[in-house]
């Protein structure tokens, strides 16, 4: 398992700690507006840097191959209201072609 994958796995297991702790912390009080909005971002934004980073990322070193050609289509195709698994095919055939074009 990867260092990003590893990461991706502590974080879920906390933010599920998190959410089950959050009860007896609260003791049926609702959290404040501030906390609920940070734990509401939080895996949308690790999850779009382990994204940035498999995509992006060759080694130590700036990659843009076709991982991130498939990741732009995919972007432009949920930008255009597409669905998911639209931009996901999507993305999968553009990196294949742009792979087997060499």
């Known amino acids: 398992m990867s260092a990003a ?16 702790a959050g009860p007896l912390f609260f003791g049926g009080r609702a959290p404040g507006e501030r906390l609920n909005r940070f734990l509401e971002a939080l895996a949308p934004a690790l999850l779009a840097a382990l994204v940035a980073t498999s995509t992006g990322a060759d080694g130590g070193r700036l990659a843009l191959d076709a991982r991130a ?15 998911a698994i639209a931009a996901i095919a999507a993305a999968a055939a553009v990196a294949a072609l742009l792979r087997a074009a060499g």
């Open 5 to 20: 994958w590893a990461a991706v796995v502590l974080v879920g297991l906390g933010t599920a700690l998190l959410k089950g």
């Open 69 to 83: 050609a498939g990741v732009a289509a995919a972007a432009l195709l949920l930008t255009l209201r597409a669905p």
